[in-house]
Protein backbone atom coordinates (compact mmCIF):
# COMPACT_ATOMS: atom_id res chain seq x y z
CA UNK A 1 0.00 0.00 0.00
CA UNK A 2 2.50 2.35 1.03
CA UNK A 3 4.32 1.63 -2.20
CA UNK A 4 1.73 2.33 -3.83
CA UNK A 5 1.29 6.05 -2.52
CA UNK A 6 4.72 6.85 -3.27
CA UNK A 7 4.14 5.69 -6.82
CA UNK A 8 1.19 7.78 -7.04
CA UNK A 9 3.20 10.90 -5.16
CA UNK A 10 5.69 10.42 -7.68
CA UNK A 11 3.60 10.46 -10.64
CA UNK A 12 2.08 13.31 -9.60
CA UNK A 13 5.49 15.53 -9.17
CA UNK A 14 6.38 14.15 -12.44
CA UNK A 15 3.03 15.84 -13.92
CA UNK A 16 3.58 19.18 -12.09
CA UNK A 17 7.04 19.27 -13.36
CA UNK A 18 6.06 18.65 -16.86
CA UNK A 19 3.56 21.34 -16.39
CA UNK A 20 5.81 23.47 -15.27
CA UNK A 21 8.44 23.02 -17.74
CA UNK A 22 5.13 23.68 -20.56
CA UNK A 23 4.19 26.85 -18.79
CA UNK A 24 7.66 28.04 -18.57
CA UNK A 25 8.23 27.35 -21.95
CA UNK A 26 5.14 28.97 -22.99
CA UNK A 27 5.59 32.19 -21.55
CA UNK A 28 8.99 32.73 -22.64
CA UNK A 29 8.04 32.18 -26.09
CA UNK A 30 5.36 34.41 -25.50
CA UNK A 31 7.42 37.03 -23.43
CA UNK A 32 9.82 36.39 -26.94
CA UNK A 33 7.31 37.01 -29.42
CA UNK A 34 5.85 40.57 -27.31
CA UNK A 35 9.74 41.46 -28.02
CA UNK A 36 9.72 40.46 -31.78
CA UNK A 37 6.40 42.84 -32.02
CA UNK A 38 7.94 45.35 -29.93
CA UNK A 39 10.97 45.46 -32.10
CA UNK A 40 8.64 44.99 -35.77
CA UNK A 41 6.46 48.11 -34.57
CA UNK A 42 9.93 50.03 -33.55
CA UNK A 43 11.25 49.52 -36.51
CA UNK A 44 8.07 50.60 -38.89
CA UNK A 45 8.23 53.55 -37.00
CA UNK A 46 11.68 54.19 -37.74
CA UNK A 47 11.28 53.44 -41.31
CA UNK A 48 8.35 55.73 -41.54
CA UNK A 49 10.66 58.60 -39.78
CA UNK A 50 13.35 58.16 -42.53
CA UNK A 51 10.91 58.48 -45.07
CA UNK A 52 9.69 61.50 -43.90
CA UNK A 53 12.72 63.02 -44.21
CA UNK A 54 13.10 61.87 -47.61
CA UNK A 55 10.12 63.64 -48.32
CA UNK A 56 11.41 66.68 -46.33
CA UNK A 57 14.38 66.68 -48.42
CA UNK A 58 12.54 66.62 -51.55
CA UNK A 59 10.57 69.31 -50.86
CA UNK A 60 13.88 71.30 -49.74
CA UNK A 61 15.37 70.35 -53.09
CA UNK A 62 12.75 71.46 -55.05
CA UNK A 63 12.31 74.81 -53.41
CA UNK A 64 16.24 75.53 -54.17
CA UNK A 65 15.13 74.67 -57.88
CA UNK A 66 12.32 77.51 -58.04
CA UNK A 67 14.56 79.74 -56.61
CA UNK A 68 17.23 79.69 -59.43
CA UNK A 69 17.31 79.02 -62.55
CA UNK A 70 15.85 75.54 -63.91
CA UNK A 71 17.82 75.70 -67.07
CA UNK A 72 21.09 76.55 -65.69
CA UNK A 73 20.88 75.57 -61.54
CA UNK A 74 23.61 76.21 -60.04
CA UNK A 75 24.51 74.65 -56.82
CA UNK A 76 27.11 74.97 -54.05
CA UNK A 77 27.85 74.31 -50.36
CA UNK A 78 26.51 77.84 -49.49
CA UNK A 79 23.15 77.32 -50.16
CA UNK A 80 20.34 76.42 -47.64
CA UNK A 81 20.14 73.02 -48.91
CA UNK A 82 23.29 72.29 -47.98
CA UNK A 83 23.47 73.86 -44.21
CA UNK A 84 23.20 71.51 -41.56
CA UNK A 85 20.06 70.97 -40.21
CA UNK A 86 18.37 70.58 -36.62
CA UNK A 87 17.51 67.15 -35.24
CA UNK A 88 13.65 66.54 -35.69
CA UNK A 89 12.45 65.60 -31.94
CA UNK A 90 9.44 62.79 -31.68
CA UNK A 91 6.54 63.25 -29.28
CA UNK A 92 7.60 59.76 -28.25
CA UNK A 93 10.65 60.04 -27.53
CA UNK A 94 13.65 60.06 -30.55
CA UNK A 95 14.94 61.60 -33.17
CA UNK A 96 15.71 62.34 -36.93
CA UNK A 97 18.74 63.98 -37.92
CA UNK A 98 18.59 64.91 -42.04
CA UNK A 99 21.69 66.00 -43.59
CA UNK A 100 21.63 66.39 -47.53
CA UNK A 101 24.40 66.61 -50.01
CA UNK A 102 25.67 66.48 -53.52
CA UNK A 103 25.97 63.10 -54.95
CA UNK A 104 28.08 64.93 -57.88
CA UNK A 105 31.14 66.14 -55.80
CA UNK A 106 32.77 63.42 -56.56
CA UNK A 107 34.27 61.21 -59.66
CA UNK A 108 31.87 59.31 -61.31
CA UNK A 109 33.30 56.06 -61.55
CA UNK A 110 30.58 54.86 -64.77
CA UNK A 111 32.09 57.81 -66.61
CA UNK A 112 34.76 55.22 -67.51
CA UNK A 113 31.60 53.76 -70.04
CA UNK A 114 31.04 57.05 -71.59
CA UNK A 115 31.57 56.00 -75.69
CA UNK A 116 34.76 57.50 -78.02
CA UNK A 117 36.38 60.65 -76.39
CA UNK A 118 34.68 61.23 -73.06
CA UNK A 119 35.47 57.64 -72.22
CA UNK A 120 38.87 58.05 -72.55
CA UNK A 121 38.95 61.72 -70.92
CA UNK A 122 37.57 60.30 -68.01
CA UNK A 123 39.86 57.29 -67.73
CA UNK A 124 42.79 59.40 -67.61
CA UNK A 125 41.06 61.50 -64.91
CA UNK A 126 40.64 58.26 -62.87
CA UNK A 127 44.70 57.09 -63.02
CA UNK A 128 45.26 60.97 -62.12
CA UNK A 129 43.27 60.62 -58.95
CA UNK A 130 44.92 56.88 -58.67
CA UNK A 131 48.11 58.47 -57.95
CA UNK A 132 47.37 61.82 -55.91
CA UNK A 133 45.88 58.73 -53.45
CA UNK A 134 49.62 57.18 -53.63
CA UNK A 135 47.61 54.29 -55.41
CA UNK A 136 49.85 52.10 -57.76
CA UNK A 137 47.77 48.88 -58.86
CA UNK A 138 46.42 49.56 -62.37
CA UNK A 139 42.34 49.80 -60.65
CA UNK A 140 41.41 52.02 -64.05
CA UNK A 141 42.78 49.27 -66.54
CA UNK A 142 41.11 46.85 -64.32
CA UNK A 143 37.49 49.31 -63.88
CA UNK A 144 37.36 49.63 -67.37
CA UNK A 145 37.62 46.18 -68.04
CA UNK A 146 34.37 45.33 -65.54
CA UNK A 147 32.40 48.03 -66.90
CA UNK A 148 32.98 47.15 -70.93
CA UNK A 149 31.15 44.52 -72.69
CA UNK A 150 33.45 43.05 -74.31
CA UNK A 151 36.18 40.31 -73.70
CA UNK A 152 38.95 41.70 -74.28
CA UNK A 153 41.63 42.37 -71.59
CA UNK A 154 43.37 45.91 -70.96
CA UNK A 155 46.98 46.27 -70.65
CA UNK A 156 47.14 46.26 -66.64
CA UNK A 157 43.36 44.92 -66.45
CA UNK A 158 41.21 41.71 -66.14
CA UNK A 159 38.34 39.93 -67.60
CA UNK A 160 36.37 37.12 -67.17
CA UNK A 161 39.14 34.36 -67.53
CA UNK A 162 41.02 36.22 -64.55
CA UNK A 163 38.03 36.38 -62.53
CA UNK A 164 36.75 32.74 -63.07
CA UNK A 165 40.33 31.07 -61.34
CA UNK A 166 39.37 32.90 -58.22
CA UNK A 167 37.75 31.52 -55.23
CA UNK A 168 35.26 32.03 -55.23
CA UNK A 169 34.95 32.42 -58.97
CA UNK A 170 32.96 34.75 -60.44
CA UNK A 171 32.62 37.12 -63.55
CA UNK A 172 33.03 40.58 -65.03
CA UNK A 173 30.17 42.74 -64.76
CA UNK A 174 29.82 44.04 -67.81
CA UNK A 175 27.82 47.03 -67.02
CA UNK A 176 27.93 50.17 -65.18
CA UNK A 177 28.46 49.60 -61.39
CA UNK A 178 25.36 50.26 -59.05
CA UNK A 179 27.39 51.36 -56.14
CA UNK A 180 31.03 51.91 -55.21
CA UNK A 181 31.43 49.44 -52.82
CA UNK A 182 31.88 46.86 -56.15
CA UNK A 183 35.20 48.27 -56.59
CA UNK A 184 35.68 45.48 -53.89
CA UNK A 185 35.25 43.20 -56.50
CA UNK A 186 38.19 44.15 -58.97
CA UNK A 187 40.69 41.87 -59.00
CA UNK A 188 43.37 42.67 -56.36
CA UNK A 189 41.87 45.68 -54.52
CA UNK A 190 43.59 45.90 -51.09
CA UNK A 191 40.85 47.06 -48.67
CA UNK A 192 43.67 49.97 -47.96
CA UNK A 193 43.00 51.10 -51.15
CA UNK A 194 39.48 50.69 -51.15
CA UNK A 195 39.25 52.81 -48.13
CA UNK A 196 41.04 55.33 -49.45
CA UNK A 197 39.30 55.62 -52.63
CA UNK A 198 35.84 55.67 -51.42
CA UNK A 199 35.42 59.04 -49.71
CA UNK A 200 36.76 60.54 -53.97
CA UNK A 201 34.41 58.60 -55.45
CA UNK A 202 30.58 57.48 -56.81
CA UNK A 203 28.93 55.42 -59.05
CA UNK A 204 25.61 57.17 -60.87
CA UNK A 205 23.89 57.41 -64.56
CA UNK A 206 25.76 57.94 -67.01
CA UNK A 207 24.13 61.55 -67.50
CA UNK A 208 25.73 62.69 -64.01
CA UNK A 209 28.60 65.53 -64.41
CA UNK A 210 30.80 66.39 -62.04
CA UNK A 211 29.93 69.64 -60.05
CA UNK A 212 32.93 71.90 -59.66
CA UNK A 213 31.06 73.57 -56.51
CA UNK A 214 30.78 70.39 -54.86
CA UNK A 215 34.09 68.45 -55.79
CA UNK A 216 37.20 68.05 -53.32
CA UNK A 217 40.81 69.34 -53.64
CA UNK A 218 41.93 65.66 -54.79
CA UNK A 219 39.03 65.15 -57.24
CA UNK A 220 39.65 68.85 -58.81
CA UNK A 221 43.29 67.87 -58.64
CA UNK A 222 42.13 65.07 -61.14
CA UNK A 223 41.67 66.99 -63.69
CA UNK A 224 44.63 68.64 -65.24
CA UNK A 225 47.87 66.53 -65.65
CA UNK A 226 49.62 69.49 -63.30
CA UNK A 227 47.31 70.89 -61.22
CA UNK A 228 48.41 70.49 -57.87
CA UNK A 229 46.23 69.62 -54.66
CA UNK A 230 47.42 72.74 -53.36
CA UNK A 231 46.40 75.07 -56.66
CA UNK A 232 43.22 73.22 -56.21
CA UNK A 233 42.38 73.88 -52.76
CA UNK A 234 42.91 77.81 -53.90
CA UNK A 235 40.09 77.13 -56.46
CA UNK A 236 37.86 75.82 -53.26
CA UNK A 237 38.73 78.89 -51.34
CA UNK A 238 38.00 81.45 -54.75
CA UNK A 239 34.80 79.38 -55.34
CA UNK A 240 33.23 80.34 -51.46
CA UNK A 241 30.02 82.23 -51.24
CA UNK A 242 28.45 82.18 -54.53
CA UNK A 243 30.36 79.38 -56.44
CA UNK A 244 31.81 79.10 -60.02
CA UNK A 245 28.77 80.54 -62.11
CA UNK A 246 29.97 78.53 -65.02
CA UNK A 247 32.15 75.66 -66.40
CA UNK A 248 33.43 77.83 -68.87
CA UNK A 249 34.74 80.74 -66.27
CA UNK A 250 36.42 77.46 -64.36
CA UNK A 251 38.26 76.12 -67.58
CA UNK A 252 39.31 79.87 -68.11
CA UNK A 253 40.59 80.61 -64.72
CA UNK A 254 42.39 77.53 -64.98
CA UNK A 255 43.82 78.40 -68.62
CA UNK A 256 45.40 81.48 -67.36
CA UNK A 257 47.46 79.38 -65.32
CA UNK A 258 48.37 77.37 -67.93
CA UNK A 259 46.39 74.32 -67.23
CA UNK A 260 44.37 71.59 -69.76
CA UNK A 261 41.32 70.49 -68.21
CA UNK A 262 40.43 66.92 -69.26
CA UNK A 263 37.80 64.52 -67.28
CA UNK A 264 34.14 63.41 -67.54
CA UNK A 265 31.91 66.08 -68.09
CA UNK A 266 31.65 69.39 -65.74
CA UNK A 267 28.68 71.04 -64.67
CA UNK A 268 28.25 74.02 -61.75
CA UNK A 269 25.27 72.61 -60.62
CA UNK A 270 23.24 69.34 -59.95
CA UNK A 271 20.51 66.79 -60.70
CA UNK A 272 21.59 63.89 -58.24
CA UNK A 273 21.59 64.20 -54.67
CA UNK A 274 22.23 61.68 -51.45
CA UNK A 275 20.01 62.47 -48.39
CA UNK A 276 21.08 60.76 -45.44
CA UNK A 277 18.29 60.21 -42.80
CA UNK A 278 19.34 58.47 -39.22
CA UNK A 279 16.58 57.71 -36.59
CA UNK A 280 17.31 57.20 -33.30
CA UNK A 281 14.00 55.74 -31.76
CA UNK A 282 13.38 53.60 -28.16
CA UNK A 283 17.03 53.19 -27.90
CA UNK A 284 17.38 51.99 -31.58
CA UNK A 285 19.25 53.76 -34.65
CA UNK A 286 18.20 53.16 -38.44
CA UNK A 287 19.57 54.97 -41.22
CA UNK A 288 18.27 55.32 -44.47
CA UNK A 289 20.20 56.79 -47.43
CA UNK A 290 18.70 57.95 -50.47
CA UNK A 291 19.70 58.46 -53.79
CA UNK A 292 17.51 61.11 -55.56
CA UNK A 293 17.24 62.55 -59.20
CA UNK A 294 16.42 66.20 -59.86
CA UNK A 295 14.58 67.01 -63.17
CA UNK A 296 14.31 70.39 -64.47
CA UNK A 297 10.44 70.47 -63.96
CA UNK A 298 11.47 70.01 -60.07
CA UNK A 299 10.49 66.47 -60.14
CA UNK A 300 12.67 63.59 -58.32
CA UNK A 301 12.78 60.63 -58.08
CA UNK A 302 14.27 57.74 -56.21
CA UNK A 303 16.57 55.96 -57.61
CA UNK A 304 17.97 54.00 -54.75
CA UNK A 305 17.45 53.03 -50.75
CA UNK A 306 20.34 51.56 -48.77
CA UNK A 307 19.58 50.89 -45.04
CA UNK A 308 23.08 49.30 -44.47
CA UNK A 309 24.99 52.57 -43.69
CA UNK A 310 26.89 53.74 -40.99
CA UNK A 311 25.32 56.98 -40.04
CA UNK A 312 25.97 60.58 -39.45
CA UNK A 313 29.23 60.28 -37.33
CA UNK A 314 30.72 57.13 -40.00
CA UNK A 315 29.41 59.67 -42.64
CA UNK A 316 31.61 62.86 -41.62
CA UNK A 317 34.25 60.87 -40.91
CA UNK A 318 34.55 59.85 -43.81
CA UNK A 319 34.59 62.91 -45.90
CA UNK A 320 37.18 64.45 -43.53
Given at each position: ?????????????????????????????????????????V????????????????????????????????????????????????D??????????D??????????????????????????????????????????????????????????????????????????????S????????????????????????????????????L???????????????????????????????????L???????????L????????V?????????????????????????????????????????????
Open positions: MNGQRGVALITVLLVVALVTVVGAGLIARQQLAIRSSGNLLHNQAWHYALGGELLAKAILREDLRRGDARQPLDHPAEPWAQPLKPFPFEGGTLQLRLEATGRFNLNALALPDNAGLQAFAQFQRLLRLLDIDPPYAERLRDWLDEDEQVSPGGAEDNDYLLLQPAYRAANRILAEPELRLLLDMAEVDYRRLLPHVTALPLDARLNLNSAGPVLASLAEGLSPQLAQGLIVAREGQGFASVESFIAQGAAGQTVTGQPAVGSRYFRIGEVELAGRRQVLVSLLRRDADGGLTVLSRDLGQAGMHKERDDDA
